[in-house]
């Protein structure tokens, strides 16, 4: 059984187009998260949230827009998406607090031409 | 604000050889993650690390973290090709789970 999942795992599409990748996580916790990795490896935190409650925003622009239906559930919406999107988006979940493991999941491609 | 420095940024042995990667933290670690990436396979969580002079094993890796925590090391002993992948190392950021990650290491092993 896969613990975090996400779809679609690999999306292309044209600039100016708004696109959703939703996130499902298994595990029961409390605490879910996105994370940005650009062509250079880097990754890097876009969003948390706590029990559907947004808890870290990091500097990302407007056009990113994380949903979280329920504590099992967050999904990224991208407006009018920029050739500077085109990224892996991995999504990720953990019990609340520190010290405790963050599962991620196996990641979203995005293409943006 | 807190920077983790890995190195080396890249690296190819001969199968059955020995290797370390190295993650250098600008503050004090409280705690350490460590994952390897392979493609299409996402972050595979490997080893977390607390407290300081702390090391645990799995399989043929090894991870340990300096007394005064600020610097991880990664083993990796009779290295295999389904060793190969991008080895990330991740820090705590504040109390609110938040990891912040080195630049991550590419190994390559080849048979």
């Known amino acids: 059984d896969t613990a975090v999942s996400q779809t679609p795992k690999y999306l292309v599409t044209q600039m100016g187009n708004d696109k959703s990748i939703k996130c499902e996580q298994n595990?029961?916790?409390?605490?879910m998260y996105w994370y940005k990795q650009d062509s250079k490896k880097f990754l890097k935190i876009m969003f948390s949230?706590?029990?559907?409650?947004?808890?870290i925003n990091e500097t990302v622009p407007n056009r990113f827009s994380p949903k979280s239906p329920d504590k099992a559930h967050l999904n990224l919406h991208i407006n009018s998406l920029e050739l500077g999107d085109s990224a892996v988006y991995f999504c990720a979940s953990s019990p609340y607090g520190s010290g405790n493991t963050i599962y991620f999941g196996e990641g979203s491609w995005l293409t943006v031409v | 604000s807190q920077e983790l420095e890995q190195s080396p940024q890249s690296l190819i042995v001969q199968e059955g050889k020995n290797l370390t990667i190295n993650c250098t933290s600008s503050k004090t670690l409280y705690g350490l993650y460590w994952y390897k990436q392979k493609y299409g396979e996402g972050l595979i969580f490997l080893m977390m690390l607390q407290k300081g002079g702390e090391e645990k094993s799995h399989e043929k890796i090894t991870a340990k973290l300096d007394e005064k925590k600020q610097q991880s090391s990664l083993h990796i002993t009779a290295s295999q090709p389904s060793h190969a992948g991008i080895y990330l190392c991740g820090a705590e950021s504040g109390n609110t789970g938040k990891l912040i990650f080195g630049q991550g290491t590419t190994l390559q092993v080849k048979p």
């Open positions: 949230y706590n029990n559907k409650e947004l808890i």
């Open positions: 595990l029961g916790h409390d605490t």
